[in-house]
């Protein structure tokens, strides 16, 4: 019996609750328990927490930074935080399209620039990363979701013939704005972002969130329930910028890899996962909804068989969670900190626009982006 075996080394079987049938380990796999320290899943809490205070702030910031343009100078006065355009991500892929296509770097909110930059670099190195390590929304549903668990004593998944057609949402958002992205020259992009509406385009998100209507109360009160009990509700159905994410995220060098041999079919990776995926069937994760959280490395109790690793490296050195956190970091402040070394970071405008601009917020017309196609 076991009881003889090396203290790493167990009978698969005798991991008890976690295997439903001892039918399921056909083979009799051996559990060599792996012996690492897995510190991956408190890096990326301390990530997520460091990423939504600096948001916060930066929301507080920017309230004040309002609240003194609408009452004229009334109250201190507080700069514009330029980090609010992350917020923007429509008008980052529209900078992003217009510095691809112009050839310059946008002169007005060029930080939705940088930071779509940022965030679609860190997906695209590091599978959907941008979701699972820094979005603030998506933290926030990860809190949800864990808080239904506690609540609940469980999380919900939505059947198979619902949950399939309700995925395909977020992209269906997504390329209605990349067909009305891809109809604009880059000249008609610099006279959206110049005109009044777009120089104010997020006081008017924040005046969105600051005097909800009825049903706007109503459907956040909806997408609340939901992501207490569904896990990432909002990221998995119905976040476009999500969807883009994870499609960049597509040819990601990067990739959960399952080492069969080690493998004790246990199935607690694919349990552990947010994004619902089959991690305990298949050998490599290529879902666009993969987003590197690492939680499937983080349970799994056999010794190698479950690591993030780069594309044809299968059983070599893995990537380890400080080593994603140390990645997206130098993406986000590397490109962050060029921008504001080289004065392309704030948007230099007279106090006086934003002072006659902010008031009025709401009343601005859309400068109709039919009018300015080529
Ligand atoms: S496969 Fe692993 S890394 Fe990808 S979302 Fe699921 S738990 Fe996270
Ligand atoms: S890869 Fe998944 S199924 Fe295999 S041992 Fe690890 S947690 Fe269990």
Redesign the pocket.
Known sequence: MAAQAPPTVEVALSEGKSVASPMRHSARKKLIRREDHDGSQRIRFAVQAAFLALNLWIGLQFYLFVRWAETGGQTAAVSRPSGVEGWLPIEGLMQFKYTLWSGQLPGLHPAAFFLFTAFALSSLLF??SFC?WLCPVGTVSEYLWKLGRRLFGRNFSLPAWLDLPLRSLKYLLLSFFVYAISTMSAAAIAHFVASPYGLVVDVRMLNFFRFMGTATVLVLGILGVASLLVRNFWCRYLCPYGALMGLISLFSPLR?VRQKGACIDCAK??K??????P?DKLVQ?R?A?????????AVCPAKDA?A?QWMGSAGKRPVRGWQVAAGVGLIFFGLVGYAKLTNHWQTPLPQQVYLRLVPTANEQQHPMIGEHRE
Do not use: D, M, T, W
């Not at 552990?272 to 995926?277: I, V």
């Not at 909804?289 to 490395?297: D, N, S, T």
């Open positions: 599978r959907k699972g959960i990776c694919a552990a996962c947010p994004s619902a995926l991690v994760i879902s909804e993969c987003i590197g959280c690492l939680e499937c490395v479950l993030l």
